[in-house]
C-alpha cells in the first residue's frame, strides 16, 4: 500500500488548513488510518486516528481544533487543521494499518505556522 499524503504549506498562527492523504489501495479494509506529526530531535507523535468504522481519537493538544474524516469512495482521509498554532509546526505523516501488524507511512509534508 502507498500513501501520498499532500496539502501542507505555510499558514499564520489562527489560520486552517487541509491534509489529504490519497492511499493507492482500497482504505476500507484497514484498521484504521492515522496522521503523526515530527519535530526535529523529537519522537513521532500520534496526531488523530481514525478507524474503519469511522471513530475518531485525537491528542489531547488539538482536541476541538483538527477533524480526521475518511472518504472511502476516494481511498482518501483528511487532517482539518483550524486555529493553528506555532507549536504545530511540524512534518505530518499520514499512516494506515490493517490485519495483526501491517502499516504503511506516507512521504510527510511539511506544516508550517508562523507569521
Known amino acids: 500500500v502507498q500513501l501520498q499524503a499532500s496539502g501542507g504549506g505555510l499558514v499564520q498562527p489562527g489560520g486552517s488548513l487541509r491534509l489529504s492523504c490519497a492511499a493507492s489501495g482500497s482504505i476500507s479494509s484497514f484498521n484504521a488510518m492515522g496522521w503523526y506529526r515530527q519535530t526535529p530531535g523529537k519522537a513521532r507523535e500520534m496526531v488523530a486516528r481514525?478507524?474503519?468504522?469511522?471513530?475518531?481519537i485525537y491528542t489531547a493538544s488539538v482536541e476541538g481544533r483538527f477533524t480526521i474524516s475518511r472518504d472511502n469512495a476516494k481511498n482518501t482521509v483528511y487532517l482539518q487543521m483550524n486555529s493553528l498554532k506555532p507549536e504545530d509546526t511540524a512534518v505530518y505523516y499520514c499512516?494506515?494499518?490493517?490485519?495483526?501488524?501491517?502499516?504503511?507511512w506516507g512521504q510527510g509534508t511539511q506544516v508550517t505556522v508562523s507569521s
Open positions: 499512516e494506515a494499518s490493517w490485519g495483526v501488524a501491517g502499516r504503511s
Open positions: 481514525i478507524t474503519s468504522g469511522g471513530s475518531p
